[in-house]
């Protein structure tokens, strides 16, 4: 069965940092991209960060660019997103998902990640002072 879970987030002061980790089990995340999303209380779920395999590329929506940096720990079969800089407004659930693809097009992936499959149950990243 495949599974990707979440974990990593709390209570943070602005500015401070997390270290998110997105498991696996039931696959092996270095042959797939891998997206992290987020979702803030009121408003819709966004992606915010995509790798593709290899490590070569790396996208990252523009409200967290020079911020954040998602990466892999290939011998745990994990993705992570490392972020730093924290504002109140990065309050959110955090999720990730993982897509096959054969182009790497980070906005179409992204997409099609959000589209399918089910979620996992996140986990909760606060900013606040």
């Known amino acids: 069965q495949v599974q990707l879970v979440e974990s990593g987030g709390g209570l943070v002061h602005p500015g401070g940092s997390l270290n998110l980790s997105c498991a696996a089990s039931g696959l092996t995340l270095d042959h797939y991209a891998v997206g992290w999303f987020r979702q803030a209380p009121g408003k819709e779920r966004e992606g915010i960060s995509c790798i593709s395999r290899g490590d070569s590329d790396t996208y990252y929506v523009d409200s967290v660019k020079g911020r954040f940096t998602i990466g892999r720990d290939h011998e745990k079969n994990e993705v992570f997103l490392q972020m730093t800089g924290l504002k109140p407004e990065d309050t959110a659930v955090y999720y990730c998902?993982?897509?096959?693809?054969?182009?790497?097009?980070?906005?179409?992936?992204?997409?099609?990640?959000?589209?399918?499959?089910?979620w996992g149950q996140g986990t909760q990243v606060t900013v606040s002072s």
């Open positions: 998902k993982a897509r096959y693809y054969t182009h790497f097009n980070p906005i179409q992936l992204i997409d099609a990640m959000a589209s399918s499959g089910p």
